[in-house]
């Protein structure tokens, strides 16, 4: 079956502004995370949606957000975007079912704010 | 709150040799689960293997195998007869406490790159 896939695969922006990414998880899976990668910081966790709702996030400012819709796709926002937002953002999709609660991983968007 | 660490930022590997990429973790739990991740330079994050803390044997996968050592708090990840696609950056992740109803959040160690010459 498919893959995870993530929309779009790069994305520049300016400073201040906003944008939503997606990612829609393998067919079944109804958990979702999603993950901020950086050289300095490395993997981040930011949140994770499961059935629509959040069920853990990580230690990021309000400007990041997301949503799961009823199909299971998730999309996140970062408003007002600042220089230190630019990363790969890589998100995830597991479901009971997957053995040991297996996350797979899309092929991330770079995100570069300028 | 738990971590990971791997202490080898770079490894290099003779084509066809064994390399052995170091992984050891903290946490309080005595439930949970370990994983090794693969990211070439495309980006994606590749799962590998793995284990859990109530294994009694040690995972294997293919040329990948797990050494994990629970009273050093380590896992180790090793890789037979290494291939030149082998070389990307490996991640070791824990994801604590484990539970089948619980968050699925992994927390990921800051990689080791490795890379095989010919």
């Given amino acids: 079956k498919a ?39 490395g993997l981040q966790f930011l949140f994770e ?14 400007r990041f957000s997301g949503r799961q819709f009823s199909n299971s796709r998730s999309e996140m926002n970062v408003s007002t975007l600042e220089l230190g937002d630019s990363a790969l953002y890589l998100c995830a999709s597991t479901s009971p079912t997957e053995k040991r609660d297996t996350q797979y991983f899309g092929p991330g968007t770079r995100l570069t704010v300028l | 709150a738990q971590k990971i660490t791997q202490t080898q930022p770079g490894m290099f590997v003779q084509e066809k040799e064994a ?22 330079s495309s980006g994606e994050m590749i799962f590998l293997i793995y284990q859990g803390s109530y294994d009694e044997q040690n995972a294997t996968e293919g040329r990948y195998s797990l050494n994990f050592q629970k009273a050093r708090k380590s896992a180790n990840l090793v890789i ?17 406490p484990y539970s089948g109803a619980g968050s699925y959040q992994l927390t990921f160690g800051k990689g080791t790159k490795l890379s095989v010459i010919p």
């Fill in chain 1, 49 to 62: 949606y499961f059935s629509e709702t959040q069920r853990n996030k990580g230690n990021f400012p309000g």
């Fill in chain 2, 80 to 96: 037979s007869a290494s291939q030149l696609g082998d070389s990307a950056m490996y991640f070791c992740a824990m994801r604590e």
């Fill in chain 2, 19 to 40: 390399v052995t990429l170091d992984c050891t973790y903290d946490t309080s739990d005595q439930s949970y689960g370990l994983f090794w991740y693969k990211q070439p």
């Fill in chain 1, 3 to 41: 893959g995870v896939t993530q929309t779009p695969r790069y994305l520049i922006k300016t400073r201040g502004q906003q944008v939503t990414l997606s990612c829609s998880p393998i067919s079944g899976h109804r958990s979702v995370s999603w993950y901020q990668q950086t050289p300095g910081q």
